[in-house]
């Protein structure tokens, strides 16, 4: 779905002429390609600020890409991905617009699944005979 299209903007049987209605729409046909598909659903893309596309996956993140460079920005996004993985934390926020950083907000604790508790090996300790 995509939202914060201006009404005045919306008339049948004309072309939409906003930049990023178009830019969003390559975001989503990228998507297919990218390293995020199988991992995520996209559920909403938000033009509604300039320069810039949020996005909401099914999951519950939100992800704020630039209007170019869906490519690269989809191959930081798996490397954000791959990161809460390991650290065993849930993204909120990951903003993608900001070119040197990858700003991560974490979600709420209480929103995050439990982690599995390892399991505990036991050992014997051999007695010296």
């Known amino acids: 779905t995509i939202t914060g299209i201006p009404a005045s903007e919306l008339r049948p049987g004309k072309p939409l002429e906003i930049p990023q209605v178009k ?9 297919d390609n990218s390293p995020m598909f199988g991992l995520v659903d996209l559920k909403q893309v938000d033009v509604a600020e300039p320069e810039v596309l949020k996005v909401s996956t099914a999951q519950g993140n939100e992800v704020i890409f630039r209007l170019h460079d869906f490519d690269g920005q989809y191959n930081r996004w ?7 993985q390991r650290v065993r934390q849930r993204m909120g926020v990951l903003d993608l ?22 399991a505990k090996t036991t050992r014997t ?3 010296n005979v």
């Open 23 to 31: 830019e969003a729409l390559k975001l989503v046909v990228a998507f």
């Open 78 to 84: 798996r490397m954000a991905h791959d990161y809460t």
């Open 97 to 118: 617009s900001v070119s040197n950083n990858v700003p991560i907000l974490w979600a709420q604790q209480s929103d995050a699944p439990i982690p599995a508790p390892k």
């Open 125 to 127: 300790r051999r007695k």
